[in-house]
Every structure is written in structure tokens, then in C-alpha cells.
């Protein structure tokens, strides 16, 4: 019986050995997998970050183009302003000299009656 208490005692460290084998390899497979799991996640902030900063990039040139354009508008504007002054400007300037030539040509009859008077 001792050699088959011996067989089954080697038998024993022998499946120990293997077992304590197959955990090492299973916990550096579980390590393996999480270090890739991690670079997984890593790679996948980093991508979400570079489309947060071009969302972002994309998102201040629509703005900068949105400000340009009502800066524009608002020369358009300012412009139109300037020339609707303008034209009141000259139609007050030439009511005025019309007014001006009425009230010349009133003192002018006005002249002339006397004129004929005196005469």
C-alpha cells in the first residue's frame, strides 16, 4: 500500500502542480485582458475627445462666420442709413433753394410793381 499511497501522493502534487500552473497562466490571461481593456477604454476617451474638439472647432467658425455675416449686414444697414440722410439732406436743400427762388422772385415783382408805380 505505501507505493500506491506513494503513486497517489505524486499523483496529487502532480495535479497541484498543474493546477497551480493553470492559475498563473489564468491570472496573467485575466491581467492580459484587463491592460487591453484599459487601452480599449483609453483609445476610445481619446477619440471622443478629438471629436468633442472638432465639434467644437466646427461649432466656433459657424459663429465667427454668423458674426461676420451680421457685421455685414450691419454695414449694409448702416450704409442705407447714411445714404436715406443724405437724400433728406439734398430734398430739405432743395426745398430750400426753391423757397429761396420763390421768395427772390416775389421781392422781384414786388420791385417791379414799385418800379411801374414810380413811373
Request: hydrophobic letters at 35%; a neutral charge.
Amino acid at each position: 500500500m505505501s507505493k500506491m499511497a506513494l503513486e497517489e501522493k505524486k499523483q496529487k502534487e502532480e495535479i497541484s502542480r498543474s493546477a497551480s500552473s493553470a492559475m498563473s497562466k489564468i491570472r496573467a490571461l485575466e491581467e492580459t485582458m484587463a491592460k487591453e481593456r484599459e487601452a480599449r477604454y483609453a483609445a476610445d476617451r481619446e477619440r471622443t475627445e478629438e471629436l468633442q474638439r472638432r465639434e467644437q472647432a466646427e461649432a466656433l467658425r459657424a459663429k465667427t462666420e454668423a458674426l461676420k455675416q451680421r457685421i455685414e449686414e450691419a454695414k449694409i444697414v448702416a450704409e442705407a442709413r447714411a445714404l436715406e440722410a443724405e437724400s433728406r439732406r439734398q430734398e430739405a436743400e432743395a426745398e430750400w433753394a426753391k423757397k429761396y427762388e420763390t421768395e427772390l422772385s416775389r421781392r422781384k415783382q414786388a420791385e417791379d410793381r414799385v418800379t411801374k408805380l414810380d413811373m
